[in-house]
């Protein structure tokens, strides 16, 4: 059977499992939020891991073949803060659970999509970039520092810099996220905050065409991301997605080989590739391993859905 480990809130977790139930095929979605009803049990030496939820008895070391490993989230994350135990005892909960999430890694012959230590390993903007540049896309300058003259030369080099987060940025434990940012002012009279922690600085490419391309095994979903306003699409077009919209587009075929080639070669079989064509050059920005896909999903009509739980079905052995 195919294991889920999601959380009950990810919308997006329920496309593939209405396709797993189109095509009558065993899984099991785990939300890390059910640990009240969730019964554990792992044996050594020889290794098996057993669960007992909701009536369904579970051998994790013989039933499941693959997992995807979609958004688990931490015991209680979503619950009320009145319904939760005291802060140190909930510290204490979450990290139980989370070192046994951990456990379900050394289950063997199973194919993970993704194995979270790739996921985690991808994160890296630094590891994007560098196999990106490795393999043979074409990336923007780039410097990653705190150091204001290093920023100061880009931004005189180019007339104007981007700036972006090293790490995935959620600000005050809330939805508000940091989003990339043109800097068309001297970060001269800037100096103190640059300085604060390091921050990715890149050569703008402005005006730009700005691609996602979701990569599902061997099969590529590139999508062209327009306004329907024909207004300019926003330097991160993630801030603007009321007027966006999305359509399929076509890739050069070297380019299409590169998003699949760089997917395996990060030993992932899932990633969200963004792309921008600048100067009629393809450019790579980032890769998110575990990236949001359901609103191309729908309304889009993007079958993502349906090529993962292919994937899925294909690898459950």
Known sequence: MILVLSNKWDTTTDFVIKELQRRNHPYLRLNTEDISDLEVTTELPDLSISIEWKGRSVDLSEDVGAVWYRRPSKPYEFTEENDRPDEATLEYIQDQWGAWWESLQTLSGITWVNHPVENHRMESKTR?????????????????????????????????????????????????????????????????????????????????????????????????????????????WRTEKDHIQFTPAKLPNKIESLCREYVAKADLLFGAIDLVKHEQEYVFLEINPNGEWGWLQKPWDIPIAEELAELLIANDE
């Not at 030369?153 to 987060?165: N, P, W």
């Not at 691609?211 to 330097?235: A, H, N, Q, S, W």
């Open 128 to 236: 994007q970039l560098h196999l990106a540049d490795q393999i043979g896309f074409n990336i923007p300058e780039t410097a990653i520092t705190n150091q204001p003259s290093v920023i100061e030369d880009l931004y005189q080099k180019h007339g104007s810099i981007i700036s972006k987060a090293v790490s995935a940025p959620l600000v005050d434990k809330q939805d508000k996220f940091v989003f990339t940012v043109h800097i068309e002012d001297s970060p001269e009279d800037a100096e103190g905050e640059l300085e604060v922690c390091p921050t990715i600085f890149q050569k703008p490419l402005i005006p730009k065409i700005d691609y996602r391309i979701t990569v599902v095994g061997d099969e590529v979903f590139p999508v062209k991301i327009e306004t329907t306003d024909e207004e300019p699409v926003p330097l991160d």
